[in-house]
């Protein structure tokens, strides 16, 4: 009977164990690797000086990971600090629950990340100190800039990409854009989605996300209430390249544009107001 007794107390005690260990820290151990790798990523920056030497010419490195060259003369200054990102890039999930995007981003094997998370009660989760690079834009391009990736912080919606985003989860993005504006300077202009960078292949935030809303709060352009006509020389292609779209492919570059700033309508053809509100926007970029 004590036997039958300590046996079911060890297995009380083996269940609280386990059980305590699952619901507190889900991600102890994903987090210990992140701290090693921040670690790792601080010691190439710290590497002591390289011995100058010379080289032959055909034998001159491309700089190394600590960007050093080994066959130049080492003078280190004394005037710098981190890099800071200076574009906010929106995402949706495409996922169905929270718990399966965090899955995502702490699994080696997705090669995918974003600095931040918000789920649809409007909690805020951050994956990655905003001065590190996040695997978040693939391949995309705005204006001149073909490696978003390194001037960019993500931001994750959780978000099926057919529901509509909750009251909570915007408002709380809002705080979250204000923060970063301020803390890194990114211009109002460089508040963009994913679809906006990678036309053709990417459509999120989709047609559902408020941009008009993100605008009034000084993150996005928007057009006006009151449009001009467009005029008849007035080329869309040359509108939309200089917004930032890439225009390689004009249809997939139009529906881009259609889905930041129509939303009800998201064809490759142009209408009237659609080009009214192109021009606008063109004119205010031109203006900058
Ligand atoms: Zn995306």
Not at 78 to 92: D, E, L, S, T
Not at 93 to 100: H, K, L
Not at 102 to 118: D, E, G, M, P
Not at 217 to 244: C, E, H, V
Request: proline share 6%; net charge negative; aromatic share 12%.
């Amino acid at each position: 009977m004590f036997r039958y007794f300590l046996g079911y107390t060890y297995f009380i005690l083996f269940l609280l164990f386990s059980t305590s260990c699952a619901s507190k820290k889900p991600f102890a151990e994903t987090n210990k690797v992140y701290e090693k790798q921040v670690d790792s990523l601080s010691e190439v920056i710290k590497q002591p000086l390289p011995a100058p030497q010379l080289m032959a010419a055909e034998e001159i490195p491309i700089p190394d990971i600590e960007g050093k060259r080994k066959d130049l003369e080492w003078v280190g200054t004394v005037n710098f600090n981190m890099r800071k990102p200076n574009f906010v890039i929106i995402h949706h999930t495409a996922q169905d629950s929270i718990q399966q995007t965090l899955n995502t981003f702490t699994l080696s094997r997705t090669q995918v990340s974003a600095h931040y998370v918000i789920d649809k009660k409007g909690k805020v989760y951050q994956l990655l100190n905003d001065y590190l690079r996040a695997w978040h834009a693939g391949n995309s391009r705005w204006g001149s800039v073909t490696d978003l990736n390194s001037v960019s912080l993500g931001i994750e919606m959780d978000n099926n990409g057919i529901e509509p985003y909750t009251d909570a989860q915007i408002e709380n993005l809002l705080g979250l854009l204000d923060t970063l504006k301020t803390t890194y300077n990114i211009p109002t202009e460089n508040f963009i989605g994913h679809g906006d960078i990678a036309p053709g292949r990417k459509v999120d935030p989709g047609i559902n996300f408020p941009w008009k809303r993100l605008a009034e709060k000084g993150f996005g352009l928007w057009y006006d209430d009151t449009l001009q006509t467009a005029p008849t020389s007035f080329n869309p292609l040359d509108g939309l390249r200089i917004l930032g779209y890439d225009t390689r492919n004009p249809p997939e570059a139009i529906k881009a544009f259609k889905r930041h700033y129509i939303q009800t309508e998201v064809t490759d053809e142009w209408n009237p107001f659609a080009l009214d509100v192109l021009y606008n926007l063109y004119l205010k970029k031109t203006a900058l």
